[in-house]
């Protein structure tokens, strides 16, 4: 059987195509771990082509685990292609290490997760590769920044801690208009919340399909569900630039083990129920802190007041009215309060964790000094502190009362 006799969406993550050992069917696939693949003949040895998946050559090109989980990953995000890579900063990094050379610029949003520019900013800059930030949140200066040098647009859709959602569908037609390969870093959506490659969501192979060139994710977060893999994704549907992407990764020496393979493999049968566990849970905590004092704005893009509602709405509501939402948000809080009240509230939670990343079972928070990572103050957040919450799997009657003792204790009195 291929992919496409199993049903799109959650269904087509746990009915998979992977061929048993003859009278071993069970629920999950075997591991295969290999650096050496044996071949029967040197002619053969000569013959086999690792590019197209035909063929197994060396562990680094691939295994049938990997290949899998890359099959896999392309079901749920509508994608044809996909190369696996250690981390989801390693997926950016080879992105941009695939497509760009000296003398060509890269466009950064403002708000871009933050190792991304750290990469412009380091390496490609040695290399004589610049970049420019866009304002997500205006198609019009995206467009003013493409030079005749630019080759690559990277996306997000929303800020992962600024929490803006652009008009991606606009920004992707910018994007072609102009001949220019735009990558979307997709860590937020998970292929869940909305469809890259479908992004007018008109359907299977719709002639009037818009879609991103590239997704990435990294898997690290939903996809792993654990807080305890790193690993990240790159998804093309345009099989020369596959091939571009997967050239370099063979050259940079990227592989994934196995094991952590796997690991993602067991997790993915279930990530349409956690993703939308998380994102209710979320929800619940961002409409209670609509009604604390202290908070001034609650940047969550189901939300009323957060920059760019009205985008999320056009491109994750259904028509029966159901959406999804990633378990992320921050509150903005009141600027009269110190940034010593700010860090003692976050200390003073028990249940959240102080820590990076999300996507796991426990919830997490992060002060973030807004100031500090953006040129300019952006127009549509109110000033304040940002603190950045991921909501993990605890019930959400007990992350507020988590939050509410936090709030007694340090961020009532200015
Ligand atoms: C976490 C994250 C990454 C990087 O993933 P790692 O596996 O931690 O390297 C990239 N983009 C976004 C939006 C992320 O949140």
Redesign the pocket.
């Given at each position: 059987m291929t992919h496409s006799d199993f049903p799109a969406g959650p269904t087509g993550l746990i009915h998979h195509p992977y061929q048993p050992p003859e009278g071993f069917e069970a629920p999950q696939p075997g591991v295969f771990k290999a650096s050496t693949v044996f071949f029967p003949t040197v002619e053969d040895m000569r013959q086999r082509e690792w590019k197209d998946k035909s063929a197994y050559t060396y562990g680094l090109h691939g295994t049938p685990t990997t290949y899998l989980l890359e099959e896999r990953l392309c079901h749920l995000e509508g994608g044809s292609q996909c190369v696996l890579v250690p981390?989801?900063?390693?997926?950016?990094a080879t992105v941009s290490l695939a497509l760009l050379k000296t003398g060509d610029e890269l466009l950064l949003p403002a708000n871009a997760?933050g190792?991304?520019k750290a990469l412009a900013e380091g390496e490609l800059q040695r290399y004589g590769i610049r970049h420019r930030l866009y304002d997500p949140m205006d198609p019009d200066d995206l467009s003013a920044n493409i030079t005749p040098q630019t080759r690559l647009v990277w996306l997000?859709a929303p800020g992962?801690v600024s929490m803006e959602f652009p008009d991606l569908p606009e920004l992707v037609r910018r994007c072609q208009a102009r001949g220019v390969v735009c990558a979307l870093?997709n860590?937020?959506g998970a292929g869940l919340a909305f469809k890259p490659f479908d992004l007018l969501r008109t359907g299977a192979d719709s002639p009037k399909r818009l879609a991103v060139d590239i997704s990435?994710q990294?898997?690290?977060?939903y996809p792993s569900g654990g807080g305890d893999v790193?690993?990240?994704s790159v998804i093309t549907r345009d099989e020369a630039l596959h091939l571009k992407i997967k050239l370099c990764h063979m050259r940079l020496g990227l592989g994934v083990g196995a094991n952590d393979a796997e690991t993602v493999l067991r997790s993915l049968p279930s990530i349409a129920l956690r993703y939308a566990a998380h994102d209710q849970t979320a929800r619940k905590l961002a409409a209670w802190w609509q009604s604390q004092a202290p908070c001034v704005q609650v940047l969550h893009p189901a939300f009323d007041g957060a920059p760019g509602h009205a985008n999320w709405q056009t491109l994750c509501k259904e028509e029966n009215g159901s959406s999804l939402a990633a378990g992320l948000f921050s509150v903005m809080i009141d600027p009269r309060f110190s940034t010593a009240q700010v860090d003692a509230f976050c200390d003073h939670l028990k249940l959240f964790k102080i820590g990076?990343?999300?996507g796991g079972p426990i919830s997490l928070v992060v002060p973030y000094d807004l100031r500090a990572m953006r040129p300019q103050w952006p127009s549509q957040i109110k000033p304040g502190h940002l603190v950045r919450f991921s909501t993990g799997l605890e019930s959400a009657d007990d992350l507020i009362l988590d939050l509410h003792q936090a709030l007694q204790a340090h961020l009532t009195a200015v």
């Open positions: 981390s989801g900063l390693a997926a950016l997760y190792p991304n997000e992962s870093d860590t937020w990435v990294a898997l690290t977060k790193l690993m990240g990076y990343s999300w």
